[in-house]
């Protein structure tokens, strides 16, 4: 399958098309060119094909590329005068014709490709036409220029310069894109880990063949994430064949001095000339032997391949003793990678370069490092080093290896607990989170006299980890641990105490009771800033049920951006979730999607399997929210398929919930109420999320009359109302009361839930929370109050992208008598995705992309992405068509203001 040539595709599709013509394709070795011809030939399977390649081994037989083009023409040689068969007979045979003669090839042949377009088009294809015969370039030059005269189309293709076809249409092959690259590495090798593959993109720059050449060629280890900074291919095992015939002959025809030098090139593609040269005392002119034979480029700083597999070709042809010598070499010029240089050149144990090693810090040189020590226990610590690091990068299988060798060389007891916190965050996201946590337990008792710091954040991990469990013997075995963790003695980091304050409060919770008291809850999350990443992102987890939205907010914020700048790739789809979950607790819809959908593909990418799960119901959730019915709907089953055959509860309640507030928004609440039920006190159950959904329920049941549905959802309300002591949330549970209350007694629950949401950064419950005043007002007829509250909670669900609840509020205006022209968005705005509308908005205010991309916190070419996607559905080109667009909508114009940050 070709990838990224679509542009290169259709040329050629327009060339067929045509009938007749020429188009020589041009591009460095494995660019796809070939790929192009055999592209042609598929098009052209109605048309007569004729072939021909060149070669090395023949570009000196006179007119061989024509015997082999025209070879399969032969039966219909006899339609040709005598004179012209006989020329062709003759051609591939020793005794080339002279041109100037009557019985030269070039009106035979051209008489021939005539006869043969008469009946069908004819499609001629030359591979490697650089390496052609001059006396069959010569001819096929001559017909190119007489092709307007009939259905004949020849596609050359080749990789170096010819002279003979100049004058011929051309198309450069350049490297394909990154996708396309990404594609190809999928496609060869599926299973590599996110940071080698970006690895290959970065490396092959593009050549097709050089992507399938280092995908294939990697290493197992490499696969699963042991890199180096030295080249991919210093690792391989084997060898490439076809590195060795594009490039093999002309290395070996080298100077043994300048094949030295390229060795040292392909120990570390990134050295500098001057360090190569310094390596080996060699000067430049050392390198004019590979220069004429067009193997490198040489500048002032850097000694560049013409192609990565020269660079392969070099290695591997070297014995392992010049290998040896080359990266020690280079140990001795290098002021970077001197000691990965060291490590490839040593062949037994080395403390010294060990202990250099361990300084690096990366999961790969922990690796090589415990490798290269002989002292056991020394050993296990570089190995469960190791896989900590391989584990944050997201590298599973590979930490799982490495925490797995660690235990069997250990019995210290903090190199134990490091490995088997690493086993269990393997478990926890491709396996079972209930035994992640029995595991995380069984550590923690072993370590607590040793190590309480690390004691308490195993309890806490699996406490967070009971979250997506919900296990009830689960539930007795943290408790147990919790009572029975030995206290701290000595020097304790400042955040240990918090956190083991905490700990009886989160066992509570977990087992069932939500509301067991959260100020010690408040006080680890006052401390998260002073954790670790993996630590801070147990604590900000644990901290949510807090439902602080403003410290999630600025929490998350930092976590997420930690993950990245750090590079900890497998911490980061965990950290998104989170962001994405504060975002919407938040309302701001559409950020909350976009990081949610972040996280699923990174997680999808790294194995995951259990965070993909759970992403897939958090996505779910959020589209319910902008009424997004498809996506909410295919996410949600998603998420329900994986829970099904998994340990996963906490799954399923979100995904339960995400189908139940989707019917709920759409006003099917009976349909609601039997989603939501399921997981408030069904089998779909989760005691956090239960009281998050809480509302929704008791929202849904009063719609469907049906009162008896909301005393239990409602009593859950109130008292993580007063157990939170956040604002918000006692504002959601007066109005829930002021739902079900007698109408005598409603209206100072409404106000009293309003004056409790301001301030509020949840814009969504106040929005619904004017909803629901108005509604009530204007039930009992004071339909003028009810306006005020019905336009508020219109805007803001239509600025915060809650489409179905917009609706809604714009229902209920409409049915108070509301007699302006406001209403809900025009049909061809509601097309719009919540970021396109807000893009729309200011660009209809004339704010150029730069002046959007400033305010919405996205680049300018994805201002003009959403631009570009967004005219269409709209019927219009232009920002002046956009603009009074815009304006005929009148109030409507509300309906796409960017949401508030």
């Not at 040292?264 to 002119?285: F, R």
């Not at 996506?631 to 919930?657: F, I, V």
Request: glycine fraction near 8%; charged fraction near 20%; aromatic fraction near 4%.
């Amino acid at each position: 399958m070709l990838h990224g040539r679509i542009a290169e595709q259709a040329r050629i599709t327009r060339l067929l098309a045509g009938e007749s013509g020429a188009l020589m394709v041009r591009g460095e070795a494995g660019a796809g060119k070939s790929a192009l011809l055999a592209f042609a030939a598929e098009l052209a399977s109605d048309q007569i094909v004729l072939r021909a390649s060149g070669s090395p081994e023949e570009s000196h037989l006179p007119y061989g590329g024509l015997h082999m083009l025209l070879a399969t023409t032969r039966p219909r040689w006899k339609h040709l005068p005598a004179q012209q068969r006989d020329v062709l007979d003759q051609l591939g045979e020793p005794g080339p014709f002279d041109s100037g003669e009557p019985a030269s090839p070039y009106l035979p042949v051209w008489n021939l490709l005539r006869h043969l377009a008469g009946k069908r088009p004819v499609l001629c294809l030359i591979d490697d036409a650089h390496w052609l015969d001059r006396e069959s370039l010569a001819v096929l030059s001559f017909c190119v220029r007489r092709l307007a005269a009939a259905r004949v189309v020849i596609l050359v293709a080749a990789g170096g310069e010819v002279p003979a076809l100049q004058g011929t249409d051309e198309l450069d092959l350049p490297g394909v894109d990154r996708q396309a690259a990404l594609d190809i590495v999928a496609e060869c090798r599926p299973g590599i880990v996110p940071q080698v593959r970006e690895r290959i993109v970065e490396e092959a720059r593009g050549n097709p063949l050089a992507l399938r050449e280092l995908a294939t060629g990697i290493s197992p280890a490499q696969v699963e994430g042991r890199l180096s900074p030295l080249g991919l291919h210093t690792g391989w095992a084997g060898r490439s064949r076809r590195a060795d015939q594009l490039y093999g002959a002309r290395l070996r025809a080298l100077p043994e001095r300048t094949r030295f030098l390229l060795l040292l090139a392909a120990a570390d593609p990134a050295a500098s000339l001057p360090e190569l040269l310094a390596a080996t005392g060699a000067t430049p002119a050392d390198l004019e032997p590979a220069e004429t034979a067009g193997l490198v480029e040489v500048r002032p700083d850097k000694l560049t391949p013409r192609h990565l597999l020269i660079l392969v070709a070099a290695y591997q042809s070297a014995p392992v003793s010049a290998r040896i010598a080359a990266h020690r070499a280079l140990a001795e010029a290098s002021s970077e990678r001197w000691v990965w240089h060291l490590a490839a050149a040593v062949l037994g144990p080395d403390e010294e370069i060990a202990c250099e090693l361990e300084a690096v810090g990366t999961s790969s040189a922990l690796e090589r490092a415990a490798e290269l020590t002989i002292d056991p226990e020394p050993r296990a610590r570089r190995y469960a080093a190791a896989a900590v690091a391989a584990c944050d990068a997201g590298q599973l299988r590979r930490a799982a290896d490495l925490a797995t060798y660690a235990t069997k060389l250990s019995a210290e007891p903090s190199t134990l607990a490091s490995a088997a916190r690493v086993l269990a965050t393997v478990e926890s996201e491709i396996g079972s989170p209930t035994k992640a946590a029995r595991m995380l337990l069984d550590a923690a008792a072993r370590i607590g006299d040793d190590d309480h710091a690390m004691a308490i954040v195993m309890i806490a991990d699996a406490i967070r980890l009971f979250g997506y469990s919900g296990d009830e013997g689960l539930a007795a075995e943290i408790a147990a641990a919790v009572w029975s963790a030995p206290a701290g003695s000595g020097a304790q980091p400042t955040w240990s105490a918090p956190l083991a304050r905490s700990l009886p409060t989160l066992a509570k919770i977990m087992a069932g009771d939500p509301f067991s008291g959260f100020a010690a809850i408040g006080e680890l999350v006052e401390h998260t800033p002073a954790l670790a990443t993996q630590q801070a992102i147990t604590a900000t987890s644990l901290g949510l049920m807090a439902a602080d939205a403003g410290s999630a907010l600025r929490l998350t914020s930092t976590l997420v951006a930690d993950c990245r700048h750090q590079d900890l790739l497998g911490l980061l789809p965990y950290a998104l979730q989170l962001q994405a979950q504060a975002l919407m607790l938040s309302g701001r819809i559409a950020e909350a999607l976009s990081l949610a959908t972040e996280g699923l593909k990174l997680a999808g990418d790294l194995g995951q399997t259990h965070r993909v799960g759970h992403l897939s119901g958090l996505v779910a959730l959020i589209a319910a929210l902008s009424g997004d019915e498809k996506r909410c709907r295919a996410y949600a089953e998603s998420s329900l398929d994986y829970c099904a055959d998994h340990d996963a509860p906490a799954s399923a309640a979100l995904a339960t919930w995400a189908l139940g507030l989707l019917e709920l928004g759409l006003g099917r609440a009976g349909a609601a109420v039997a989603h939501l039920e399921r997981v408030v006190a069904g089998p779909a159950h989760h005691p956090v999320i239960a009281v998050h959904c809480a509302a929704d329920l008791v929202d849904a049941a009063v719609q469907a009359d049906l009162p008896g549905a909301t005393v239990e959802p409602l009593a859950l309300l109130e008292r993580w109302a007063g157990d939170t002591r956040q604002r918000w949330v006692g504002a959601v549970a007066l109005r829930c009361r002021a739902l079900t209350a007698p109408d005598s007694e409603a209206e100072p629950l409404f106000l009293g839930a309003l004056d409790l949401h301001s301030p509020s950064l949840t814009a969504f419950q106040r929005a619904r929370t004017e909803l629901a005043y108005g509604q009530w007002l204007r039930r009992i007829r004071r339909r003028s109050e009810a306006r005020s509250h019905l336009r508020a909670a219109r805007a803001a669900f239509e600025q915060l992208g809650a489409a179905p609840w917009a609706e809604r509020a714009a229902a209920e205006l409409s049915a108070s008598g509301e007699s302006s022209s406001a209403g809900p968005l025009p049909e061809a705005l509601r097309g719009l995705t919540p970021q396109e509308r807000h893009v729309v908005f200011l660009a209809a205010q004339g704010s150029s992309n730069r002046e959007i991309a400033a305010q919405l916190f996205l680049s300018p070419r994805t201002v003009g992405f959403h631009l570009y996607r967004a005219f269409p559905k709209l019927g219009i080109t232009s920002r002046t068509e956009l603009a009074d667009l815009v304006r005929q909508a009148a109030t409507g114009i509300g309906t796409i203001t960017p949401a508030a940050e």
